[in-house]
């Protein structure tokens, strides 16, 4: 079973277009990461969120994680080709001490021009 | 480039064959991390090395599986007897000390391995 899972898996959308990504889990985490991953390339952090609530913007990228610390959501206004990738989210659950970080499944995101 | 770099970056291997997978971290980093990422899919978790401290070899999938850092640097994931089901891409993240999440962590481009 994952702990952190994705939705949607597969995303395809036009240029220009708005779209979120979903990252759920029932644990409770420290803080959540988002990564952008491209072909043959490793994952790049994006952001991380520690506040329940918290909100961080990073140019068109919105995103949340929430309250109850479960929950994240990465949100794309007026995606561009450059934004194809795929799209993970990790983090560190509570009470586990693991060194490790647990990534979820992935979100691949196609932005078609 | 000052990033971490793993080589090689491809590897075919035929099946029951031992392989060796390299991994430069970046600079100063304390902390080192190997994951593997099946076809288009998230992250495992590996192993893990902080320091002088006994690695966290929690995520090793069977005892064919294991790795070494020499030196608080470099690091070497060895596979023995490969399978099929071995076959996926291996990454390598380095990062200074742990902070509870809040590191960065740095990957490498990843070794594409094919057992056939």
């Known amino acids: 079973t994952q702990l952190l899972e994705q939705s949607p898996q597969f995303l395809s959308i036009q240029e220009g277009e708005n779209l979120t990504v979903y990252c759920n889990s029932s644990?409770?985490?420290?803080?959540l990461q988002w990564y952008r991953q491209e072909p043959g390339e490793g994952p790049v952090l994006l952001v991380t969120?520690?506040?329940?609530?918290e909100v961080k913007k990073l140019k068109r990228l919105t995103f949340q994680f929430g309250d109850a610390r479960k929950d994240s959501s990465l949100h794309i206004t007026a995606a561009q080709p450059g934004d194809t990738g795929l799209y993970l989210c990790?983090?560190?659950?509570?009470?586990?001490?693991?060194?490790?970080?647990?990534f979820g499944t992935g979100t691949r995101l196609t932005v078609i021009p | 480039g000052a990033g971490v770099s793993q080589s090689p970056s491809n590897k075919v291997t035929e099946k029951g064959k031992d392989v060796e997978l390299r991994c430069d971290p970046i600079?100063?980093?304390?902390?080192l991390y190997w994951y593997r990422q099946s076809l288009g899919q998230g992250l495992e978790f590996l192993i893990y090395f902080q320091g002088n401290s006994a690695p966290d070899k929690s995520g090793l999938p069977s005892d064919r599986f294991s790795a070494e850092r020499t030196g608080g640097s470099v690091s070497t994931l060895t596979i023995q007897r490969t399978q099929q089901e071995d076959s996926a891409v291996y990454l390598c993240?380095?990062?200074?000390?742990?902070?509870?999440?809040?590191?960065?962590?740095?990957f490498g481009p990843g070794t594409r391995l094919l057992v056939l």
């Open positions: 600079s100063g980093h304390t902390a």
């Open positions: 990790a983090g560190h659950p509570y009470q586990t001490g693991a060194n490790n970080l647990f």
């Open positions: 993240a380095s990062s200074f000390i742990r902070t509870g999440g809040l590191e960065t962590q740095y």
């Open positions: 969120v520690v506040t329940g609530g």
């Open positions: 644990s409770v985490f420290s803080s």
